[in-house]
Nanobody, 123 residues
Framework: QVQLVESGGGSVQAGGSLRLSCKAS???????MGWFRQTPDNGRVGVAIIYLTSRHIVYADSVKGRFTISQDNIENTLYLQMNALKPEDTGMYLC?????????????????WGQGTQVTVGS
């Protein structure tokens, strides 16, 4: 199991930007890594996933064109650049990792999870 530590959350006004980071203990045996947003009403919802070998990326429709996921293999770090933030983007953002990639990579069926970093977007 891989250890994941997120950082970079905060409070911003609508239209603002944040960059989240996820430091992983190891990534060379992982298949997919990504970001999920957790809220009391909706639970864990997939935001962006990257296939670590092929670099194929999947985004939730709600963030396409605004969020960008990227990886730094040297630093074992996953990033999420969030632009044009909206109040509905508010939530706890968790990093997740799996040795494989599921048929639906945005489904929260991941083995390893970080503790999360809070993002709050004011209107």
């Amino acid at each position: 199991q891989v250890q994941l530590v997120e950082s970079g959350g905060g409070s911003v006004q609508a239209g603002g930007s944040l960059r989240l980071s996820c430091k992983a203990s190891v990534v060379n045996k992982m298949g997919c890594m990504g970001w999920f947003r957790q809220t009391p009403d909706n639970g864990r919802v997939g935001v962006a996933i990257i296939y670590l070998t092929s670099r194929h990326i999947v985004y939730a429709d709600s963030v396409k064109g605004r969020f960008t996921i990227s990886q730094d293999n040297i630093e074992n770090t996953l990033y999420l650049q969030m632009n044009a933030l909206k109040p509905e983007d508010t939530g706890m953002y968790l990093c997740a990792a799996n040795p494989w990639c599921a048929l639906d990579p945005l489904s929260p069926e991941y083995r390893s999870w970080g503790q999360g970093t809070q993002v709050t977007v004011g209107s």
